[in-house]
């Protein structure tokens, strides 16, 4: 069941959703046993930013009906508490590893695509142009022509393959895809999370720290299906599919729907090896559908 | 070493049996696939069957508690009905099945300097120390603080609890936090305090201890997605800046907090 996907051989279509598995943590809670089942085929490091961030005031979760709303912030070492600290141990990890960056202009974001494009350990790069807890992610990521300008800027700094990650918060989800294509990105993936927001009870003032949040889980599914579909019509780079996974039949769904690979994000908090499961579910699958 | 490592994935305990005691539910569970966890750690819990569907159409994550008493595969948990998630484990009897991932995070380190272990807890918050007393041999001092006499019914599960009560219907009529200062006034200098409960007992307990400078451990309470370091959803702020309560904690050492009060704790 092998994936090829921009040139890296994966050994099958799961993988996970950038800052939904963190496998240093993972590591501590589980040990060896984390390696020795390693859910994902290749492994999407959480959001690097060039300076380290403490992310947003707690609280920064929030469950809603069939899902999840975070406002995490980004929290992460930076640039170089990355390449200090994180890269030697993710570098060990068993399967291809996927950087993810974000910077809040061009230059930033290409000051972190050159420095990764030097790192033999780094297979691919994500671009993070969706976050909707940061205010020019979102702008970025919901402007056709900034998107495009984006990817044109970083496009010559790196030989890796560029991944361009779509935030479903835009009015012209495929406008946006179709711009980072012909800007030179090598694959898209989407959906990240879908603003939201909630009220404390108690006060009526917003729960989270970061007042908005990111809603995920099932409760996106249909979402993730449809803006997948409406992207593969309009684009020939392949495609990782997200938002809702929770069985081989929901990556199977949007594996019809056009995506090569698919992700699996909120699904993990609920059971830490769901990648893996899925990953089974979905070659029982394919192996039992009648060409 | 006060972490063990938890088998990676999620497994299926049988509950074996569901204990009450007033205002809350043991529930004892059969792990066979799992180590023995150490006094504070924590495991993930949802039901295996109908995890959902409740007030709100929760619940939708596991819940995090921290383990009440273990021994060779058998697992025991305190739940008390507060919410969509502990509402539907809290009906849960023997032969449901216990989705269950851990154990996780850190427990209680052993007392320092020879001190003597002083335990404080508060409400549901008391399971913790309750393996912590097994583990230290059944005989360390235990103050708890209760809502009213159905939950200090709870306070059965120590062996010698002086309980202080909000009511006044059972023991002390006051806060547990001035049964720990007249301790600590008598013998500060030598106790080490283990604490766990609501944010506002937590709070006072820290300020307690750091004025009388006696060294103290608490178990926190922060909302959490994964339990494993996934989310980064559980922080609390500690002079080291902002720590994911589930790898680095739940237990923490008060000298590491300015506070103890976590925002959105306890909801």
């Given amino acids: ?102 910077g809040f202009s061009r230059d930033e974001v290409a000051h972190l695509v050159a420095a990764f494009s030097e790192r033999p350990e780094v297979s691919a790069l994500e671009l993070n142009v969706s976050c909707p807890n940061v205010e020019t992610g979102l702008v970025m990521g919901a402007d056709p022509d900034e998107t495009a300008r984006l990817v044109r800027r970083v496009r010559p700094l790196t030989g890796k393959p560029l ?24 694959a898209l993936s989407l959906i990240n999370t879908l603003r939201g927001m909630a009220l404390d009870p108690r006060t009526g003032k917003p729960w989270l720290g970061g007042v908005t949040g990111g809603v995920s889980g099932p409760a996106v599914r249909a979402i993730a299906l449809a803006q997948v579909h409406a992207v593969a019509q309009v684009v020939e780079v392949p495609i990782v599919g997200m938002g809702g996974v929770q069985s081989g039949r929901d990556a199977q769904d949007l594996i019809g729907a056009g995506a090569t690979l698919v992700a699996v994000g909120t699904e993990s908090f609920r059971d830490p090896a769901a990648g893996g499961r899925v990953a089974l579910e979905l070659a029982e699958l394919l192996a039992n559908t009648v060409v | ?116 272990p002083l335990l404080v807890g508060g409400g549901v918050g008391i399971a913790p120390l309750v393996i912590w007393q097994d583990e230290l041999g059944g005989e360390a001092t235990a103050l708890l603080g209760f809502r009213d006499q159905p939950h200090a019914l709870g306070a059965a599960l120590l062996t010698a609890a002086t309980v202080a009560t909000d009511d006044g219907s059972v023991g002390h009529h006051g806060l547990v936090t001035e049964l720990l200062e007249d301790e600590l006034d008598a013998r500060g200098d030598e106790v080490e305090v283990y604490a766990c409960g609501p944010p506002l007992m937590l709070e006072a307990v820290r300020e307690l201890c750091s004025r009388h400078q006696v060294p103290a451990q608490l178990a926190l309470e922060s909302g959490m997605a994964c339990g494993f370091g996934a989310c980064f959803g559980c922080v609390v702020p500690t002079i080291d800046g902002y720590v994911r309560l589930c790898v680095d904690g739940p237990v923490l050492d008060a000298a590491k907090l300015d506070t103890a009060l976590v925002a959105g704790a306890g909801h």
Wanted: aromatic letters at 8%.
């Fill in chain 1, 163 to 186: 991944i361009v990650k779509l935030t479903p918060n835009a009015s012209d989800v495929p406008k946006v895809a179709a711009a980072a294509e012909d800007a030179g990105a090598d």
């Fill in chain 1, 1 to 102: 069941m092998t994936v090829d996907f921009c040139g890296i051989e994966l050994v099958h279509p799961i993988i996970n959703g950038s800052g939904t598995f963190d496998a240093i943590a993972a590591h501590r809670a589980f040990g060896d046993d984390l390696l020795e089942r390693f859910p994902f085929a290749a492994f999407v490091s959480k959001t690097v930013t060039l300076e380290p961030r403490q992310g947003n005031p707690p609280p920064r979760l929030w469950e809603v009906a069939g899902g999840l709303m975070n406002s995490i912030g980004l929290p992460n070492k930076g640039l170089d508490g990355y390449l200090e600290r994180d890269l030697p141990t993710l570098a060990a990890l068993p399967v291809p590893l996927i950087v993810n960056v974000m």
């Fill in chain 2, 1 to 116: 070493m006060t972490r063990v490592t938890a088998p990676f994935g999620r497994r299926t305990a049988t509950v074996t049996a569901r204990d009450e005691h007033g205002a809350y539910v043991a529930l004892r569970c059969h792990d066979p696939g799992g180590p023995t966890p150490r006094a504070g750690q924590f495991y993930m819990l949802a039901s295996a069957e109908r995890w959902g569907g409740g007030d709100g159409e929760r619940p939708f994550l596991p819940r995090a508690f921290s383990v009440l008493r273990a021994r060779a595969g058998e697992l025991q948990f305190l739940i008390e009905d507060v919410g969509p998630g502990t509402n539907r484990l809290s009906e849960l009897g023997p032969g449901d099945g216990l989705a269950i991932v851990g154990p996780l995070g850190n427990g209680f380190a052993a007392p320092r300097e020879n001190r003597l």
